[in-house]
């Protein structure tokens, strides 16, 4: 058992931090451009967005490297960066820190977008690009891994086994989940969160859970589920604030930080550990989780 797991088991409920995309935009990045190279050319600018999460009351804050794969980074001919851009990423996030105790530099990799149910891609070639990735990340100063916005349960395994064999890093494995119109949650490749965490259990992850697809409200149905299946699993949360809708060309996300916060509770009773935010997220809403997330501990201890 690591530190981060350690951790949960005594202080049971800890706060991620929230989007970066998002911040990255506000800063400057450019439609087309690659966000994972700012780690590397916009390093400060990238560390005071971990910083910002991390003022507003995150314990852990995630590296800007969700793209930062070998296949990934091809699209933009920056695959022979790929160390580079993973390490300064890292850096950044621990720098923003500043060693304090109980801080939580999670490094972030997102899948690959390469499909083996497509055959455009072997287990041993995601292998050794999550390896790649995995490596560069510890490297530069992370505590754990993140492997998130999976879909694919043969990927995501790839990927745990990747930093579990090669590393000495957590893992946290979170999936991406719609509701059909049943009313059930399935990854697009047909995964139900039951089946989810088992094959993330299975391949070695220390926590599991669900990030991105929705909001804080729905996210409560997928986490009671694994929960059930699973009931002494550490579980993730990393909510988009609400279901976006578009204007002007733009994704725009409905829920404010007390709207996201009001929720908190009820993934708390369905068997929440970590609570932060995806898309549509800020510091703004961090806070507020944060708040609410103090304001339960007070009132049942």
């Known amino acids: ?37 700012w780690s590397a050319t916009h390093f400060d600018e990238v560390a005071a967005i971990a910083r910002g999460y991390l003022d507003a009351g995150a314990d852990m804050v995630e590296t800007n490297s969700f793209g930062a794969s070998r296949f990934k980074l091809e699209h933009f001919g920056l695959s022979d960066r790929v160390s580079e851009i993973n390490e300064a990423a890292a850096r950044a996030s621990r720098l923003a820190t500043r060693d304090e105790p109980g801080k939580f530099v999670i490094a972030s990799i997102g899948p690959t977008g390469r499909m083996l149910v497509m055959e455009d891609v072997t287990e041993d070639e995601l292998y050794e ?13 992370a505590d754990a891994a993140c492997i998130e916005t999976m879909t694919d349960a043969g990927e995501a395994a790839c990927a745990i086994r990747a930093v579990k064999e090669n590393t000495s890093l957590e893992v ?60 002494g699993a550490l579980i993730l949360v990393h909510a988009n604030a ?31 550990n970590i609570i932060g935010g995806c898309c549509g997220t800020t510091p703004a809403h961090i806070a507020a989780i944060r708040k609410e997330v103090d304001s339960r501990a007070a009132r049942v201890a």
């Open 129 to 141: 690009a999550f390896k790649e990735q995995a490596t560069a990340l510890e490297r530069g100063g």
């Open 242 to 272: 609400g279901l976006p809708t578009n204007e002007d060309g733009r994704d725009v996300f409905p829920e404010t930080p007390e709207i996201m916060a009001s929720f908190v509770q009820n993934l708390i009773e369905a068997g929440a």
């Open 1 to 37: 058992m690591g530190k981060l797991a350690d951790l949960l088991k005594t202080r049971k409920i800890l706060v991620s931090d929230g989007a970066w995309g998002t911040l990255l935009q506000s800063r400057g990045l450019k439609p087309g451009e690659c966000p994972d190279l």
């Open 172 to 231: 946290l494995a979170t999936y991406t989940f719609d509701r059909t119109v049943q009313g059930t949650y399935r990854t697009m490749m047909g995964l139900s969160p039951a089946d989810a965490a088992r094959s993330a259990l299975d391949a070695g992850a220390d926590v599991i859970g669900a990030n991105c697809g929705n909001g804080m409200e729905r996210m409560a149905d997928i986490v009671r589920e694994m929960k059930e299946a699973f009931p």
